[in-house]
């Protein structure tokens, strides 16, 4: 007959306590803990996750973090991470060390620069020390794990720090501070890519490495749609989202070719935007190369050459275009609204036409 490792009650059968866990021990104010404390039951008892546990989960993922620091807690309460932030680095290395773990600030970071997970540095402790800690003293010990990290090697990257900007960044959007919050997501996308092994070149492979705080594909769109907003009011920003979509399509090239396409995409935008047209136009003959049945890539090509308002496309430029515009029409990718693209060809074929009677009433 199971225990339960935090209040001792027991259970019939496995898929009881379970249940007891996700319902009694999972919800706090800050989810993870108890997402992670749950988990490692699962885990360690080979017990399958139901649809309701992840639903479960996607709702703590998504609930804004609310901490407010404090002490006062008995020995049998269950520890929670403003529990052990709110401790001096002396009285957080003395629990450790009555539960057998001795540590300092230079054997930490050591080990810190060794793994890429707080979670993981304090597994190590408890497989290397005669750990003396049960029910919520063995959250403590990853808790001070991550802590320390904070502390004594901040310049480290380590996975739970990308929760923590995530976080950070919703609490800014929130009170309409939209540039910081985006800044806080930059600086989360490169943990992310610190932390993610180089043989790891696919969106889903990042995300069974990363803590499940977040879907990956969708956090690195949403920190696009950021940049592209922020850099119509600040084109400053159009240089960051050229380094952020040429980070990301070379961080996984084996990402689905619907999100590299958008991004190479994004890439030549915002060169565009930039008035950079030579490595725009580059950009998109590579994607024409690459993508044959895209459209777009097509369509903004012949775009590029109609839009330069210093001087008057040239006869070979307006061929061009033609040229494109019709490709893009014929590409076996959707197009939203082509008969815009057909009105833009025949006007082009009609100007055309203009050069050549002109050209023979002068010849």
């Keep these: 007959m199971p225990d339960c490792p935090y209040c001792e009650q027991s259970f019939a059968d496995e898929s009881d306590i379970r249940e007891h866990l996700y319902e009694d021990h999972e919800y706090d104010e800050l989810g993870r803990i108890d997402t992670k404390r749950v988990d490692q039951y699962v885990d360690e008892h080979d017990l399958e996750k139901s649809d309701d546990d992840d639903s479960r989960e996607q709702h703590v993922t998504d609930e804004t973090v609310h901490m407010t620091p404090t002490t006062d807690r008995h020995s049998d309460e269950r520890w929670e991470l403003h529990d052990v932030q709110a401790l001096s680095t ?42 003396n800690a049960s029910g919520y003293d063995q959250d403590f010990i990853w808790m001070a794990a991550e802590v320390l990290w904070s502390r004594w090697a901040p310049d480290i990257p380590y996975r739970e720090r990308i929760y923590d900007l995530i976080q950070k960044g919703r609490e800014l959007r929130e009170k309409g501070n939209d540039a910081e919050a985006c800044e806080q997501w930059l600086s989360a996308w490169e943990i992310i890519a610190a932390v993610t092994p180089d043989d790891v070149t696919t969106i889903e492979g990042a995300d069974d490495h990363l803590p499940n705080v977040l879907s990956l594909k969708a956090f690195l769109r949403s920190v696009d749609n950021d940049l592209a907003t922020l850099a119509a009011d600040d084109p400053t920003y159009h240089e960051r989202r050229l380094e952020f979509c040429r980070e990301v399509w070379s961080q996984f090239p084996d990402a689905p070719d619907e999100l590299l396409l958008d991004f190479r995409h994004f890439v030549a935008d915002s060169l565009t935007e930039l008035g950079r047209l030579a490595e725009s136009r580059s950009e998109f003959e590579a994607l024409i190369r690459d993508y044959p049945e895209d459209p777009w890539a097509y369509k903004k090509l012949a775009d590029s050459y109609l839009h330069d308002e210093a001087d008057e496309p040239t006869v070979e430029e307006l061929e061009r275009a033609v040229k494109l515009y019709q490709q893009a029409l014929d590409a076996e990718g959707p197009l939203e609204q082509p008969s815009t693209v057909s009105d833009r060809l025949d006007e082009l074929e009609r100007r055309l036409a203009d050069v050549d009677a002109s050209e023979g009433q002068e010849g």
Excluded: N, P, Y
Excluded at 119 to 129: F, N, P
């Design 90 to 131: 002396r009285e957080i290395t003395d629990k450790l060390a009555e539960h057998g773990i001795d540590t300092t600030e230079e054997s930490f970071r050591d080990r810190a620069a060794e793994v890429d997970s707080a979670m993981t540095l304090a597994d190590q402790w408890e497989d290397d020390h005669d750990v």
